[in-house]
């Protein structure tokens, strides 16, 4: 069982940055195909980026191409997503997520593809 713990939320200004950290419990988060999704008010939970560790293989959205970057640190078993000139359109609940990869091609972009969640931290952008 792995567990997930979410933290580096807060109030960012437009072209802000914000670093949200994931500490991965129960086994190597590179065992994993770890994603960060997010959920705005009323809006359903959308995959923002994905990695599948065993090909190094990234998904990001469109939408945050070129501004956000997942990376990981064995030393410290957490996973951590950089957010670099952030929007107000940023603003949502963001949420570490996991599941073994049956492949190491395998990618996952449906919410419905993850067992493991972390508790969600937020991330406000003010314009």
């Known amino acids: 069982q792995v567990q997930l713990v979410e933290s580096g939320g807060g109030l960012v200004q437009a072209g802000g940055s914000l670093r949200l950290s994931c500490v991965v419990s129960?086994?190597?988060?590179?065992?994993?195909?770890m994603a960060w999704f997010r959920q705005a008010p009323g809006r359903e939970r959308d995959i923002v980026v994905g990695?599948?560790?065993?090909?190094?293989?990234?998904y990001y959205v469109d939408s945050v191409e070129g501004r956000f970057t997942i990376s990981g640190d064995h030393a410290k078993n957490t996973v951590y997503l950089q957010m670099n000139s952030l929007k107000p359109e940023d603003t949502a609940v963001y949420y570490c997520?996991?599941?073994?990869?049956?492949?190491?091609?395998?990618?996952?972009?449906?919410?419905?593809?993850?067992?493991?969640w972390g508790q969600g931290t937020q991330v406000t952008v003010s314009s």
């Open positions: 997520s996991a599941r073994i990869p049956l492949t190491r091609e395998a990618q996952y972009v449906r919410e419905d593809d993850y067992p493991y």
């Open positions: 129960g086994r190597t988060f590179s065992s994993y195909f």
């Open positions: 990695i599948n560790w065993s090909s190094g293989n990234t």
